[in-house]
Nanobody, 117 residues
């Protein structure tokens, strides 16, 4: 069965960095699109970054220049490098998969908490 397991979250000071990982299993990783989303308390979920099945990436304007998405297909792992973290980046970060970027996610991980304070 499909599993997406996030890790790497934690508490950091403003200006700090973290690398989130999403270990995927139970499906053909390289044939699917992957993405990172976040949700802060009391706010709507926000798409942060995405990678399609060709490896093309995109990031939200709110994190452009600070966050980088990458993948190790040999390990079936998606990464999100977070740098220059600010308090407004505090949120639960989720990994998700989907058939296409346009179709949106069809499976979500459980999330990893990032707290910047």
């Amino acid at each position: 069965h499909v599993q997406l397991v996030e890790s790497g979250g934690g508490s950091v000071q403003p200006g700090g960095s973290l690398r989130l990982s999403c270990d995927a299993s139970g499906y053909t990783y390289s044939s699917n699109c992957m993405g990172w989303f976040r949700q802060a308390p009391g706010k709507e979920p926000e798409g942060v970054a995405a990678m399609d099945s060709t490896g093309s990436t995109s990031v939200a304007d709110s994190v452009k220049g600070r966050f980088t998405v990458s993948s190790d297909n040999a390990k079936n792992t998606l990464y999100l490098q977070l740098t220059s973290l600010a308090t407004e980046d505090t949120a639960m970060y989720y990994c998700a998969k989907g058939d296409t970027i346009a179709a949106g996610p069809n499976y979500w991980g459980q999330g990893t908490q990032v707290t910047v304070s």
